[in-house]
C-alpha cells in the first residue's frame, strides 16, 4: 500500500493563503493533487491541514482528508517529518498501514505524473529506503565568499584558482517531493534516510515560493516547462 501525504497547514504570512492561492487561473495546491492521483501509484491521497479552507479546496480537486492536523504540528516551528509522523499514526489507530509514503509539498508545481513515477522506478530499482529530488548548486558553494571585518575573504581559500568545473559538484534539496520506505521512515524519523538516492533536476524544473519573487519566478519557468508552444 503508498501514501501521498501532501502537508499544508494554514497561516501563511509572506504569502497570505499561499496555499490555495491561485497560481495560473487554480490553487497552486491543485497541482499536487492532480499529479499524485494521475500518476496512478498512490491508494490515497491525502492532505494533511489544520485550515478549513485548504481541506474544501483539497477535496474539491480529488484528494482525502481522514483526520484535522493537531494543533501541535501546526505551527511555524512544525517539522515535516513530525507531521509524516502524525499521519502515519493516524492512520494506523484506523487500522491502514502503508509500505511506501511520499510527502509532497503543497507548492511542488513541477512535481508532475510523470515526474513522480520516474522517482518510484528509481527507488524500487535501486534497494534504497528513500529517494529525494536534488538541483546542483548553480554556482560551486567551494568558492563561495564572506566577510569578515569589513572585507571579502574566500571561505574555502584553497579553491581560488580551481575552474569552477573542476570543482565537485554540491546539491541541495529541490523541496518538492520525498519517497520513503514507511519501516526506514520510522526507525529513522527523517526526510533524509542513510540509504537516500538522489534524482537530478535542472534548475528550469525548481524553484521556491516563498515570496512575490519567487511567485513571478515560478509562473515564468512553469510557463516555459508546460506552455505547449
Not at 49 to 54: G, M, Q, R, S, V
Request: proline fraction near 5%.
Amino acid at each position: 500500500m503508498k501514501l501521498a501525504i501532501i502537508p499544508a497547514r494554514g497561516g501563511s504570512k509572506r504569502i497570505p493563503g499561499k496555499n490555495i492561492k491561485n497560481f495560473l487561473e487554480k490553487p497552486i495546491i491543485s497541482y499536487p493533487i492532480e499529479a499524485a492521483i494521475g500518476c496512478g501509484l498512490f491508494d490515497e491521497v491525502m492532505v494533511s491541514t489544520d485550515c478549513d479552507e485548504i481541506a474544501r479546496v483539497s477535496i474539491s480537486y480529488g484528494a482525502c482528508i481522514p483526520f484535522i492536523r493537531s494543533e501541535k504540528n501546526s505551527d511555524d516551528d512544525s517539522a515535516t517529518a513530525d507531521v509524516l509522523l502524525e499521519v502515519i499514526n493516524d492512520y494506523l489507530n484506523q487500522g491502514k498501514s502503508f509500505d511506501l509514503i511520499c510527502c509532497i509539498y503543497p507548492t511542488a508545481l513541477f512535481a508532475d505524473a510523470e515526474k513522480l513515477r520516474t522517482a518510484y522506478r528509481l527507488l524500487q530499482s535501486s534497494g534504497a529506503d528513500a529517494l529525494m529530488p536534488v538541483v546542483p548548486f548553480s554556482y560551486p558553494p567551494l568558492r563561495g565568499l564572506t566577510i569578515v571585518n569589513d572585507y571579502l575573504e574566500m571561505k574555502w581559500p584553497e579553491n581560488e584558482k580551481t575552474r569552477s568545473q573542476d570543482i565537485e559538484a554540491i546539491y541541495h534539496d529541490s523541496g518538492q517531493f520525498y519517497f520513503l520506505r514507511t519501516k526506514a521512515f520510522l526507525r529513522e524519523k527523517t526526510l533524509f534516510c542513510k540509504k537516500t538516492i538522489p534524482m537530478i533536476l535542472s534548475e528550469l524544473e525548481v524553484q521556491d515560493v516563498d515570496n512575490e519573487t519567487d511567485w513571478k519566478l515560478a509562473e515564468l519557468k512553469y510557463l516555459l516547462s508546460y506552455s505547449q508552444v
